[in-house]
């Protein structure tokens, strides 16, 4: 089997690409990162990533409820493509929104702000076929 793509979708850049650098040195992974939520669909069904990093951002408003619709827009554009939610840890409202669509399966998982660029590429990993 070929790399698995990744896509990331990330306001924090430096996050994104050195996640991206992490990735791509993976034998079974590759990676590509946006840096913000604008061009997802679009991005999605020419690129037909395996999986999707969404962040969800820092933000006033419903930060959590733009991330969602967002992977709707992932998955609408590639059916199949697993979803993982970048959240962040002291915001209620995103830890809730991670816990129930992680309960009802509209996400693989999600992970908090705080986990190191390692521990994010090895779950990632354990996510994408060998």
């Known amino acids: 089997m070929g790399k698995q793509t990744v896509m990331l979708v990330l306001c924090r850049r430096v996050i994104a690409d050195l996640l991206i650098e992490a990735i791509n040195r993976r034998p079974n992974m590759q990676a590509f990162g946006l840096y913000d939520y604008k061009n997802a669909g679009a991005a999605a069904l020419s ?6 990093l969404v962040e969800i951002p820092e933000r006033h408003g419903s930060p ?4 969602l619709e967002v992977c709707g827009e992932i998955c609408r554009a590639r059916p199949g493509c697993k979803i993982v939610l970048l959240c962040p840890e002291h915001d209620r409202e995103s830890v809730e929104v991670c816990v129930e669509e992680k309960r009802r399966g509209g996400i693989e998982d ?15 990993e354990s996510l994408c076929p060998v």
């Open 47 to 52: 690129r037909r990533p395996y999986l999707a």
């Open 64 to 67: 959590a409820l733009d991330a």
């Open 110 to 124: 999600y992970f908090f702000y705080d986990s190191s660029v390692d521990y994010l590429v090895s779950k990632l």
